[in-house]
């Protein structure tokens, strides 16, 4: 068992210094010039030599029988397990322990590896698989976006069959008990190096048998349908955002777990205001005489209210007031509202509003605010 786990880890072929195609002669000369060069009778005391003279020997403990050697290459055909025995760490320690929803992949590649459990006619894809990952796009209001709300989501995907439930019988029959597993969907397996459960190769893991298999999913349990998935869209969520739904993708076969739903919120421009982050924005038009004398203006906010924001006397055009706490209020934190002002140009004057322009043209006279430009 131990030395099987290692066969993930270690290059043997490394260690011993030949090709993987070396053949089981140069493999044998390698093995004895390193087992010369590293014995401890020719190292007295030395702790390094004698770690490489284990090494070696495993080395050729596997490469050196031909039938180990094919095992070797074909676990290590496999490559790196994401999630198996890699990310573990050496040693049998908290590594050693398989997760849940590893044991059918690693039941899946053992299977194909040694081909045994797919004789007899099994079925391809037995053992507890988890469900997909589904995808989809949720549209919100800018409202909705701000303040959260529970919606549902459309989508067509595969989920459990309508017709059986789940269980691939034929509506009115009833699936049996595995007589190979006795409804424990798995056998424990012992091959004298792995020594851990395997999908049972009669029932495919799920315990129980079909006689008569359920018209619509024809048996799996499974069927591709338009589904409803309701979503809470927490308050301040953002165009573009990812949410993901922890089991509320694909179902999972033969008793392996449900994958995720991931909904990408796409949040409609609102006719009055923007978003930055947490913030919201908004463009108010002043008057010229707001702006060179100061005025208190009515501003709207996003929940229909209104608040009053002081132009002090001489504001420039595109100046932002900040209002603080009229933003978007997540859990965390509680955006403001982001002002800005730009000076309305009027477009039409009337007969007393052109001569109270140029009597200010006339006024300033002489005050160009373009004098440093020096033209
Ligand atoms: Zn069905
Ligand atoms: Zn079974």
């Known amino acids: 068992m131990a030395a099987q786990r290692e066969w993930f880890e270690k290059d043997y072929y490394r260690i011993l210094g030949v090709s993987e195609n070396a053949s089981q002669k140069e493999i044998k000369s390698a093995y004895r010039k390193l087992s010369r060069q590293y014995h401890p009778d020719a190292n007295p005391g030395d702790v390094a030599a004698e770690e490489r003279f284990k090494e070696v020997s495993a080395a050729y403990d596997v490469l050196g029988d031909p039938e ?62 988890r469900g997909q990952d589904l ?26 069959c309508s017709t059986c439930h789940g269980s691939g019988a034929r509506p009115g029959t009833t699936p049996h008990t595995c007589p190979r597993c006795g409804g424990r969907g798995v056998l424990a397996e012992n091959q004298g190096f792995f020594s851990f459960s395997t999908p049972c190769d009669v029932c495919g893991g799920r315990g129980y048998t079909i ?41 999972g076969r033969n008793g392996g777990p449900p994958g995720d739903l991931y909904v990408t919120v796409r949040v409609a421009p609102h006719p009055l205001f923007g978003r930055r982050g947490d913030d919201l924005t908004i463009t108010v038009p002043i008057t010229f005489p707001e702006a060179t004398l100061g005025a208190d203006i009515a501003v709207p906010t996003l929940d229909g209210g209104s608040v ?28 403001d509202l982001l002002v800005t002002v730009e000076v309305a140009v009027p477009q039409k004057l009337s007969a007393a509003e052109r001569k109270a322009v140029e009597a200010l043209a006339a006024a300033s006279d002489g005050q160009s605010p373009r004098a440093h430009l020096g033209v």
Not at 102 to 111: A, F, T
Not at 224 to 239: F, L, N, S, T, W
Not at 310 to 332: L, Y
């Open 211 to 251: 006689d008569d298999p359920c018209p619509t999913c024809r048996g799996s349990g499974v069927e591709h349908r338009p589904r409803e998935v309701k979503v809470r869209i927490p308050a301040g969520v953002r165009d573009g955002q990812r949410i993901r739904l922890r089991g509320r993708g694909g179902p």
């Open 135 to 160: 995808e989809t796009d949720l549209h919100l209001s800018f409202d909705d976006a701000v303040h959260g709300v529970t919606t549902t989501v459309h989508l067509t995907s595969e989920a459990v």
């Open 68 to 129: 180990k050697r094919k095992e070797y290459d074909e676990v290590r055909r496999l490559g790196p397990m994401a999630g198996g025995f890699g990310a573990g760490g050496p040693g049998g320690g908290p590594g050693a322990t398989f997760r849940f929803d590893d044991i059918g992949d690693l039941g899946d590649i053992l299977g194909g590896m040694f081909g045994r459990r797919r004789a007899g006619g099994a079925r391809r894809g037995t053992g507890p698989h």
């Open 308 to 335: 009053t924001v002081r132009i002090p006397p001489g504001t420039r055009s595109g100046r932002t007031f900040r209002v603080r706490g009229k933003g978007v209020h997540t859990k965390k934190s509680k955006g």
